[in-house]
């Protein structure tokens, strides 16, 4: 399968932004998804999570409240809704199908290209 992400952008302290992965190539609907980031100089870290048939979403602890997961099989996309955004959040975001569920880059076997996203304080 694959990955297209889009959505990325400049956004100030407190604001919103949708991020969206489109997928291609092969049935969407068998593949967990994942959105993860990666900040300049870090690793790349799980952010949100979302089971095949979109009935289960999980988050890392740093966004949880304020991120949203879904997904929509008929329109093969998976979305991360962003509130409340701060600083820290600042990373290239991706996304990624996989056949495990799972909140580790590892088992994920289809990426996207990233998204730039940047949080000005």
């Known amino acids: 399968v694959q990955l297209q992400a889009s959505g990325g952008g400049l956004v100030q302290a407190g604001g919103s932004l949708r991020l969206s992965c489109a997928a291609s190539g092969r049935t969407f609907s068998n593949y967990h998804m994942g959105w993860f980031r990666q900040a300049p100089g870090k690793e790349r870290e799980f952010a949100a999570g979302?089971?095949?048939?979109?009935?289960?979403?999980y988050y890392a602890d740093s966004v949880k409240g304020r991120f949203t997961i879904f997904r929509d099989n008929a329109k093969n996309t998976v979305y991360l809704q962003m509130n409340s955004l701060q600083p820290d959040d600042t990373a290239v975001y991706y996304c990624a199908a996989g056949r495990i569920r799972a909140p580790t880059p590892e088992p994920y076997d289809h990426w996207g290209q990233g998204t730039q996203v940047t949080v000005s304080s």
């Open positions: 979302i089971t095949r048939n979109g009935n289960s979403t």
